[in-house]
């Protein structure tokens, strides 16, 4: 369980902890605003994601998290079953969907497709996590369709908090220099 008591804040002071902490009070859950965490491997955006995805379940929202393979593999097994429209409305419902790992490798050519529905049909209802180490340049390349990508950020960009995490990586604190 990644919860904000849990998080070390002081690892990588680049991270703006009262707007992390505003996140936690889930108001841009209610005013579905989206969230973009940016940073390299291991600054804390899955544990932050996690943490506010679980003070909107304590403020009484309901929040779905999947990892951007989950998404994937789930939309790809509707689409052999002929579920495509049951899924997408499950990844519509909740008031708070949190992606994770966005970037991570080249997606399959079906997912632009499946993210611009989601999204189009979150817009203004629902509040979006995404947490990624690239640069939103590379999300043409990794969705591998640049008018499907626009879209998908022309509707996510339009209420966003943008939080860019710099520094090193958590999980490797205990290296020090001399083991480099």
Not at 62 to 71: N, Q
Not at 84 to 98: A, C, D, H, M, S
Request: no cysteine; glycine share 6%.
């Amino acid at each position: 369980m990644k919860t904000i008591d849990t998080f070390n804040f002081s690892f990588n002071p680049s991270i703006n902890k009262k707007l992390i902490m505003e996140l936690y009070s889930s108001r841009f859950v209610h005013k579905a605003e989206s969230v973009l965490l940016l940073g390299p491997p291991g600054v804390g955006k899955t544990h932050l994601a996690i943490a506010i995805g679980i003070g909107a379940i304590y403020n009484g929202y309901t929040v779905s998290y999947r990892s951007v393979f989950d998404l994937t593999e789930d939309m790809a097994e509707a689409h052999a079953l002929g579920n495509r429209r049951t899924l997408v409305q499950q990844y519509v419902k909740p008031n708070l969907l949190i992606i994770d790992e966005f970037g991570m490798r080249k997606l399959p050519p079906q997912t632009a497709e499946d993210l611009l529905e989601i999204f189009h049909r979150r817009y203004n209802l629902g509040a979006t996590i995404i947490a990624t180490n690239r640069p939103i340049e590379d999300w043409g390349k990794i969705l591998g369709d640049n008018a499907a990508t626009s879209a998908i950020l022309d509707r996510f960009m339009h209420n966003i908090h943008l939080i860019t995490i710099n520094g090193r990586s958590y999980r490797l604190k205990s290296i020090t220099k001399s083991e480099k």
